[in-house]
C-alpha cells in the first residue's frame, strides 16, 4: 500500500533537547511539507520541498530544521530553539491531480514537551 | 498575507439534516479549493476539491465555489453521526509550486 509513514506517533522532550521526527512516503511524490497544528488552530507550514536537495521555510520555520537527501525522506527536526513544540505535527507529500496541489497526510507526530 | 476565514463553530445538527460549511479567501489569484474532514486525533483526509466556480458533488457531498465572491462551501447530505468531526478549508494559490492555506477549521457534530 502507498503511503506516508511518520514515526514516532507520540514523542516526549526534555526541555533543551532535539529530537527528529521522521517521514518517509512511497507514493513517488515530489513534494513533501510538514506542518504544525495546535488545538483549535489549522495547520501551519514549517518547511516544505519541491524536489531532492532543496526545501524552503514556511511560515513557522523558526527553530526547526529539515533535509531531503532523499525523494522518499523529509525528516523534521524540532530544536532547542524552538520555544513551544508541543504540538501535532503533520507531514504530507503531494501530486498534481487536475491542475490542482493534492495533499496527503502522514498519521502525524505528537510532541510533548516535559 | 493570505488568509482564508472558517464560520466559528461548533455547528450542531440532527441526524438526517443538511450540514452547510463556508469558507471565505482573501487572495482573489487562487485557483483550487480543498476540503479536508479530520476526526479527533487523526490526521486529516481529502473530501474533495473544486477549481471551477459552480457546485461539484460526490455521494452525499457538495463543494460549491463562487470566485467573484471569493467563498466556497461544502454541504453535507443526509448527515450521520460519523461525519461528527472537524473539516478544514485549505486554499491554492496560483501556480504549480504555490501553497495550501489552511483555515483554523469547524467542528461539526451530528446529533442521533
Known amino acids: 500500500d502507498g503511503g506516508i509513514t511518520q514515526s514516532p506517533k507520540y514523542l516526549f522532550r526534555k526541555e533543551g533537547q532535539n529530537v527528529t521526527l521522521s517521514c518517509e512516503q512511497n507514493l513517488n511524490h515530489d513534494a513533501m511539507y510538514w506542518y504544525r497544528q495546535d488545538p483549535g488552530q489549522g495547520l501551519r507550514l514549517i518547511y516544505y520541498s519541491q524536489i531532492v536537495n532543496d526545501f524552503q521555510k514556511g511560515d513557522i520555520a523558526e527553530g526547526y530544521s529539515v533535509s531531503r537527501e532523499k525523494k522518499e525522506s523529509f525528516p523534521l527536526t524540532v530544536t532547542s530553539a524552538q520555544k513551544n513544540p508541543t504540538a501535532f505535527y503533520l507531514c504530507?507529500?503531494?501530486?498534481?491531480?487536475?491542475?490542482?496541489?493534492?495533499?496527503?497526510f502522514g498519521a502525524g507526530s505528537r510532541l510533548t514537551v516535559l | 498575507q493570505k488568509e482564508v476565514e472558517q464560520n466559528s463553530g461548533p455547528l450542531s445538527v440532527p441526524e438526517g439534516a443538511i450540514a452547510s460549511l463556508n469558507c471565505t479567501y482573501s487572495?482573489?489569484?487562487?485557483?483550487?479549493f480543498f476540503w479536508y474532514r479530520q476526526y479527533s486525533g487523526k490526521s486529516p483526509e481529502l473530501i474533495m476539491f473544486i477549481y471551477s466556480n459552480g457546485d461539484k458533488e460526490d455521494g452525499r457531498f457538495t463543494a460549491q465555489l463562487n470566485k467573484a465572491s471569493q467563498y466556497v462551501s461544502l454541504l453535507i447530505r443526509d448527515s450521520q453521526p460519523s461525519d461528527s468531526a472537524t473539516y478544514l478549508c485549505a486554499v491554492n494559490g496560483a501556480g504549480a509550486n504555490s501553497k495550501l492555506t489552511f483555515g483554523k477549521g469547524i467542528t461539526l457534530s451530528v446529533r442521533p
Open positions: 504530507a507529500s503531494s501530486t498534481r491531480t487536475l491542475g490542482a496541489n493534492v495533499l496527503t
Open positions: 487572495d482573489r489569484g487562487s485557483q483550487s
